[in-house]
């Protein structure tokens, strides 16, 4: 006889690849098929009946049980075909494999992988229960009473009947939840290994971060490290197990934490062996553990067997943290409440469909939300029909608890087939299935939901469930991903999955097996799909972010990749995406905030007071605070920016820093800062500026052109503006000065200078003393300064603008600027003072001349300097209304003119015209007088007119020598 490597503890001998992993994790290429059939059923007479069972055979599932009771065995079906599918689906040794020499033998029967459940643990030596040389037990689960051990036929019955057994069950394989740059690309994991310099290595020798991964195998490990996919070590303390979806995993962990240490340990072929691999890697010292293996006999409704001790062995290893594929069973997975059909009566309403080519096979799971670790009250069974026959093909019956299981190959022609649940005693139960289509058998979508698909480990609150999008379509979950929550019996609804990543990734392809190319493009033609290629993505991360500062505990970490993730799906956490797409640079962001700015440079003030810090961005940084001392100690650095500098540059002003020493030497850091995560980053590193500090003097600016007004009459100014590049927001001083009038500033602009920041206001000379901001505030506006002549001054103005620095602004003492701009002051030679009406032997007394107008020129002519005045109300009218007539009666009348004192003698003439046509004026006879008045100023001399007034004429004025004129 030959040794079978199925006897070695932990071993799987079954070669899983990525293109034939049929279980949970096989993430088909395809979706399943719609709208199947409509339901063909056995004729009443046609069904088999349940088998007869024998005492404490109902503690057997289907399987076993058609090894030791005929008439539960399938119609057709021998128990040759039941050990055969059980050898295919390592479920069975051969008793002529067994060597007689190994610890194993000599055995008397075949052996049989089997779960064992108990109403209590009993210690497995005791006599008559599951001791001596044929039952080979290999590890239990204490917590759950559980025994997982290789059981020799011929003694089923024996074990059956202990009265402490409540079920024995044959053990499926374990599931890879299968379904490469791209992915590393997407969660910028280039972009954070370049920024922060980190690479999953750490300083210190031997002190990398490690990270161990749990799948089928490595088989073909050596043909990665050949192409440079995988490092030279991997270490394996349990052997390199057999498949290489493992080598796939590792090479994603490799792609995105290249410094990282590589560790790997095959899943074996119970839970039990998982745990051992899982406590192999910690005890090793790894930090990160990935794994893609799940086990459809774990409780659906409760904490599995794996979740509580991973949870332990995180316990045990405080900076562990535990990553895991989170299924593929969105579109083979039910739950519901069992609905009776309304025909045929006594079965499930909503059966799961399959279509299956010759050969191929499908394995089905049950459960109902009991407790797994007691009989169950309720009762509900499978069976698999033929959808052309109508034949029941497959039974799922079997053992006490609340799980059932059924197996089938199709021997026959390719057909569909209804999977249905049939009530023995339906107690209304919750119903869960997964079915697990393979070898080429495809999965109907009818009647399944991707909702609560997560179960067992990936479900507990210490390990973090990793879903999948193809990295083509980032905010698209993959159609065969598991969603959450997690509806447990116990413990309420746990919220998962927890993180999402990629998949869809190219791969080495190492040991041939391989996905059909995703997108047609060759090379490479290897893709690595499912939320098994999901997981190591985020152990990757994990490692990347954690290798630049070990130190962090785990709990740090772990918060790092849910604040950095990118939500997607709906806002917040949701049971489809978790927290969201893993991100390795904005993860790097909230553990170590913004990566430091680089090449500092402090350009050395010279004849000035300040020293220019210019840096390049650090990434991830929205803004920078500049940090100076006149010390080089970091911990004698103050803040020298009110606020984020958002620039690359500070100009650094040496006031601020209190000192006022020539020569002094400045220390420089600059602090990134990153508003998302509301944290500072590392300061870059110190850069030294050599400061000279001297007062940079005040600058003023004036209007170009001169103003232009007339005596006494009011003028607006402004277009002034003053600038001193050290004053800051220290006051400076402004004087505004001229001759022969007032100036007068407006202190109700907001934000402008306030009247206690005003002296001597409406005086000659003004003086403002404010800060800049608030002195070119007022000054921006054209009408804030007001000069008003006094009487009798005419002539060029100087307006003179001097600005004071007041010294406090640097070295030197204080600095001034002196500007000044023309202002001209036209005279007005004459005033009107009043006039009278006309005397009373005027014909029409009422009629009163009227003044057209001071300065006008209504007539059209070249001269705009004379007083006109016309006998009526209405120059312009086409008739103008009671105009005077030639029959009128002569006479005079009476004006009083103030003049200036500067005017002397008075020239002046008089001319009238009675119409507005510039050939018809003529002069007129006049005389004058110039005498005081009681009412004129002092300032000026009274001159009485007596106008003549001859019809016909209509209009007169009063025009003044041209040496006098006014232009």
Same mark, same amino acid.
């Given at each position: 006889?030959?040794?079978?490597?199925?006897?070695?503890?932990?071993?799987?001998?079954?070669?899983?690849?990525?293109?034939?992993?049929?279980?949970?994790?096989?993430?088909?290429?395809?979706?399943?098929?719609?709208?199947?059939?409509?339901?063909?059923?056995?004729?009443?007479?046609?069904?088999?009946?349940?088998?007869?069972?024998?005492?404490?055979?109902?503690?057997?599932?289907?399987?076993?049980?058609?090894?030791?009771?005929?008439?539960?065995?399938?119609?057709?079906?021998?128990?040759?075909?039941?050990?055969?599918?059980?050898?295919?689906?390592?479920?069975?040794?051969?008793?002529?494999?067994?060597?007689?020499?190994?610890?194993?033998?000599?055995?008397?029967?075949?052996?049989?992988?089997?779960?064992?459940?108990?109403?209590?643990?009993?210690?497995?030596?005791?006599?008559?229960?599951?001791?001596?040389?044929?039952?080979?037990?290999?590890?239990?689960?204490?917590?759950?009473?559980?025994?997982?051990?290789?059981?020799?036929?011929?003694?089923?019955?024996?074990?059956?009947?202990?009265?402490?057994?409540?079920?024995?069950?044959?053990?499926?394989?374990?599931?890879?939840?299968?379904?490469?740059?791209?992915?590393?690309?997407?969660?910028?994991?280039?972009?954070?290994?370049?920024?922060?310099?980190?690479?999953?290595?750490?300083?210190?020798?031997?002190?990398?971060?490690?990270?161990?991964?749990?799948?089928?195998?490595?088989?073909?490990?050596?043909?990665?490290?050949?192409?440079?996919?995988?490092?030279?070590?991997?270490?394996?303390?349990?052997?390199?197990?057999?498949?290489?979806?493992?080598?796939?995993?590792?090479?994603?962990?490799?792609?995105?934490?290249?410094?990282?240490?590589?560790?790997?340990?095959?899943?074996?072929?119970?839970?039990?062996?998982?745990?051992?691999?899982?406590?192999?890697?910690?005890?090793?010292?790894?930090?990160?553990?990935?794994?893609?293996?799940?086990?459809?006999?774990?409780?659906?409704?409760?904490?599995?067997?794996?979740?509580?001790?991973?949870?332990?062995?995180?316990?045990?290893?405080?900076?562990?943290?535990?990553?895991?594929?989170?299924?593929?069973?969105?579109?083979?997975?039910?739950?519901?409440?069992?609905?009776?059909?309304?025909?045929?009566?006594?079965?499930?309403?909503?059966?799961?469909?399959?279509?299956?080519?010759?050969?191929?096979?499908?394995?089905?799971?049950?459960?109902?939300?009991?407790?797994?670790?007691?009989?169950?009250?309720?009762?509900?069974?499978?069976?698999?029909?033929?959808?052309?026959?109508?034949?029941?093909?497959?039974?799922?019956?079997?053992?006490?608890?609340?799980?059932?299981?059924?197996?089938?190959?199709?021997?026959?022609?390719?057909?569909?087939?209804?999977?249905?649940?049939?009530?023995?005693?339906?107690?209304?139960?919750?119903?869960?299935?997964?079915?697990?289509?393979?070898?080429?058998?495809?999965?109907?979508?009818?009647?399944?939901?991707?909702?609560?698909?997560?179960?067992?480990?990936?479900?507990?609150?210490?390990?973090?469930?990793?879903?999948?999008?193809?990295?083509?379509?980032?905010?698209?979950?993959?159609?065969?991903?598991?969603?959450?929550?997690?509806?447990?019996?116990?413990?309420?609804?746990?919220?998962?999955?927890?993180?999402?990543?990629?998949?869809?990734?190219?791969?080495?392809?190492?040991?041939?097996?391989?996905?059909?190319?995703?997108?047609?493009?060759?090379?490479?033609?290897?893709?690595?799909?499912?939320?098994?290629?999901?997981?190591?993505?985020?152990?990757?991360?994990?490692?990347?972010?954690?290798?630049?500062?070990?130190?962090?505990?785990?709990?740090?970490?772990?918060?790092?990749?849910?604040?950095?993730?990118?939500?997607?799906?709906?806002?917040?956490?949701?049971?489809?995406?978790?927290?969201?797409?893993?991100?390795?640079?904005?993860?790097?962001?909230?553990?170590?905030?913004?990566?430091?700015p680089t090449s500092v440079t402090a350009t050395d003030g010279t004849l000035s007071d300040r020293v220019n810090v210019t840096w390049n961005a650090g990434v991830g940084a929205d803004g920078y605070?500049?940090? #100076?001392? /006149? %010390?080089?100690? *970091?911990?004698? $650095?103050?803040?020298? +920016?009110? &606020? @984020?500098?958002?620039?690359?540059?500070?100009?650094?002003?040496?006031?601020?820093?209190?000192?006022?020493?020539?020569?002094?030497?400045?220390?420089?850091?600059?602090?990134?800062?990153?508003?998302?995560?509301?944290?500072?980053?590392?300061?870059?590193?110190?850069?030294?500026?050599?400061?000279?500090?001297?007062?940079?003097?005040?600058?003023?600016?004036?209007?170009?052109?001169?103003?232009?007004?007339?005596?006494?009459?009011?003028?607006?100014?402004?277009?002034?503006?003053?600038?001193?590049?050290?004053?800051?927001?220290?006051?400076?001083?402004?004087?505004?000065?001229?001759?022969?009038?007032?100036?007068?500033?407006?202190?109700?602009?907001?934000?402008?200078?306030?009247?206690?920041?005003?002296?001597?206001?409406?005086?000659? #000379?003004? /003086? %403002?003393?404010? *800060?800049?901001? $608030?002195?070119?505030? +007022?000054? &921006? @506006?054209?009408?804030?300064?007001?000069?008003?002549?006094?009487?009798?001054?005419?002539?060029?103005?100087?307006?003179?603008?001097?600005?004071?620095?007041?010294?406090?602004?640097?070295?030197?003492?204080?600095?001034?600027?002196?500007?000044?701009?023309?202002?001209?002051?036209?005279?007005?030679?004459?005033?009107?003072?009043?006039?009278?009406?006309?005397?009373?032997?005027?014909?029409?007394?009422?009629?009163?001349?009227?003044?057209?107008?001071?300065?006008?020129?209504?007539?059209?002519?070249?001269?705009?300097?004379?007083?006109?005045?016309?006998?009526?109300?209405?120059?312009?009218?086409?008739?103008?209304?009671?105009?005077?007539?030639?029959?009128?009666?002569?006479?005079?009348?009476?004006?009083?003119?103030?003049?200036?004192?500067?005017?002397?003698?008075?020239?002046?003439?008089?001319?009238?015209?009675?119409?507005?046509?510039?050939?018809?004026?003529?002069?007129?006879?006049a005389s004058s007088t110039m005498s005081a008045h009681p009412d004129a100023p002092s300032d000026a001399m009274l001159w009485d007119l007596w106008v003549p007034y001859t019809p016909p004429a209509?209009?007169?004025?009063?025009?003044?020598?041209?040496?006098?004129?006014?232009?």
């Open positions: 006889m030959k040794n079978h490597p199925f006897l070695v503890p932990g071993y799987l001998l079954a070669v899983w690849t990525l293109a034939v992993t049929g279980t949970h994790g096989g993430a088909p290429a395809l979706h399943g098929l719609t709208e199947p059939p409509v339901a063909v059923y056995p004729e009443p007479g046609d069904v088999p009946e349940q088998p007869v069972l024998q005492p404490n055979e109902e503690k057997l599932d289907h399987v076993l049980l058609s090894l030791v009771n005929a008439s539960a065995l399938l119609p057709g079906q021998s128990v040759a075909d039941v050990k055969a599918e059980m050898t295919r689906l390592d479920q069975l040794v051969p008793e002529a494999d067994v060597d007689d020499g190994t610890p194993y033998g000599p055995v008397n029967s075949d052996l049989l992988r089997v779960m064992v459940r108990f109403t209590a643990l009993v210690p497995p030596d005791t006599p008559g229960t599951v001791a001596g040389p044929q039952f080979f037990r290999w590890d239990e689960q204490a917590d759950w009473n559980v025994l997982f051990g290789l059981l020799e036929q011929d003694r089923l019955a024996t074990v059956a009947a202990i009265p402490e057994v409540i079920a024995i069950d044959s053990v499926d394989p374990p599931r890879h939840r299968t379904a490469g740059g791209e992915g590393d690309a997407l969660i910028n994991g280039p972009t954070a290994r370049s920024a922060y310099g980190v690479d999953g290595s750490v300083p210190l020798p031997g002190q990398n971060i490690r990270v161990g991964i749990i799948s089928d195998g490595v088989t073909n490990l050596a043909t990665a490290q050949a192409s440079g996919d995988l490092p030279a070590v991997v270490n394996m303390p349990l052997g390199m197990g057999s498949g290489d979806e493992g080598t796939a995993m590792l090479e994603i962990v490799h792609e995105i934490a290249p410094g990282a240490d590589l560790w790997f340990a095959p899943s074996g072929g119970t839970p039990n062996a998982h745990l051992t691999a899982a406590t192999a890697l910690a005890t090793a010292g790894c930090n990160i553990i990935a794994d893609d293996v799940g086990w459809y006999q774990e409780p659906y409704f409760e904490s599995g067997f794996l979740g509580p001790s991973f949870a332990n062995l995180m316990g045990m290893y405080p900076n562990l943290m535990f990553f895991s594929a989170a299924g593929n069973d969105a579109e083979t997975h039910q739950q519901m409440g069992y609905i009776d059909a309304a025909a045929p009566t006594g079965l499930h309403d909503f059966p799961l469909w399959v279509n299956m080519p010759t050969g191929s096979s499908v394995d089905v799971y049950l459960q109902w939300n009991e407790p797994q670790g007691l009989p169950a009250t309720g009762n509900y069974q499978l069976q698999m029909i033929n959808n052309t026959t109508g034949s029941v093909v497959a039974w799922g019956t079997g053992s006490g608890t609340p799980y059932r299981k059924l197996q089938y190959t199709n021997s026959g022609s390719s057909a569909d087939f209804h999977i249905e649940v049939m009530a023995i005693n339906d107690t209304g139960a919750i119903l869960e299935m997964f079915m697990d289509p393979k070898n080429g058998s495809t999965h109907y979508i009818t009647n399944t939901s991707p909702v609560d698909a997560i179960f067992g480990h990936p479900g507990d609150p210490m390990v973090r469930a990793v879903t999948a999008v193809d990295y083509t379509t980032p905010a698209i979950i993959e159609f065969f991903a598991s969603q959450g929550p997690w509806t447990q019996l116990f413990g309420g609804v746990a919220p998962k999955p927890d993180l999402t990543a990629p998949d869809g990734v190219s791969f080495s392809g190492a040991g041939g097996s391989h996905l059909p190319p995703y997108v047609g493009t060759t090379p490479p033609p290897y893709y690595f799909f499912g939320t098994s290629a999901a997981a190591p993505h985020v152990a990757g991360v994990a490692a990347l972010i954690w290798s630049s500062d070990p130190n962090q505990p785990r709990t740090m970490v772990d918060t790092a990749l849910f604040s950095g993730a990118t939500d997607l799906g709906v806002p917040g956490p949701d049971n489809v995406f978790g927290h969201g797409l893993v991100d390795a640079l904005q993860s790097m962001i909230s553990l170590r905030g913004p990566a430091p605070n500049v940090y #100076a001392s /006149t %010390l080089s100690d *970091p911990g004698t $650095a103050v803040p020298i +920016t009110p &606020a @984020l500098v958002t620039t690359l540059s500070h100009a650094d002003f040496e006031q601020p820093l209190g000192f006022a020493i020539r020569d002094q030497t400045i220390h420089y850091w600059i602090e990134p800062f990153n508003n998302r995560f509301a944290r500072p980053g590392d300061w870059s590193v110190v850069e030294t500026g050599y400061l000279q500090p001297s007062n940079t003097p005040p600058s003023l600016v004036v209007p170009s052109a001169a103003y232009q007004t007339a005596t006494r009459v009011p003028v607006a100014f402004g277009g002034i503006s003053v600038s001193d590049l050290d004053a800051g927001s220290l006051p400076v001083r402004l004087i505004l000065a001229t001759a022969g009038g007032n100036l007068t500033v407006d202190t109700s602009v907001t934000g402008g200078v306030s009247a206690p920041q005003v002296m001597n206001n409406g005086t000659p #000379a003004v /003086t %403002l003393t404010a *800060p800049m901001s $608030a002195i070119n505030t +007022t000054l &921006a @506006l054209g009408n804030a300064v007001l000069y008003q002549s006094h009487p009798g001054v005419f002539g060029s103005k100087l307006v003179n603008c001097t600005a004071d620095d007041l010294g406090n602004t640097g070295w030197g003492g204080p600095l001034t600027d002196l500007q000044s701009f023309n202002l001209t002051v036209f005279a007005t030679r004459a005033e009107l003072w009043q006039h009278e009406r006309f005397p009373a032997d005027v014909g029409n007394p009422a009629k009163e001349a009227t003044v057209w107008g001071l300065k006008a020129n209504p007539d059209k002519d070249l001269y705009d300097n004379e007083w006109e005045f016309f006998m009526n109300t209405d120059p312009t009218a086409a008739t103008p209304a009671g105009q005077l007539t030639s029959g009128l009666s002569g006479g005079n009348f009476h004006i009083l003119m103030r003049v200036g004192v500067d005017i002397n003698p008075l020239s002046w003439m008089l001319e009238s015209n009675p119409s507005l046509d510039p050939s018809g004026w003529a002069p007129s006879g209509e209009f007169f004025r009063i025009h003044f020598d041209p040496g006098f004129v006014e232009p």
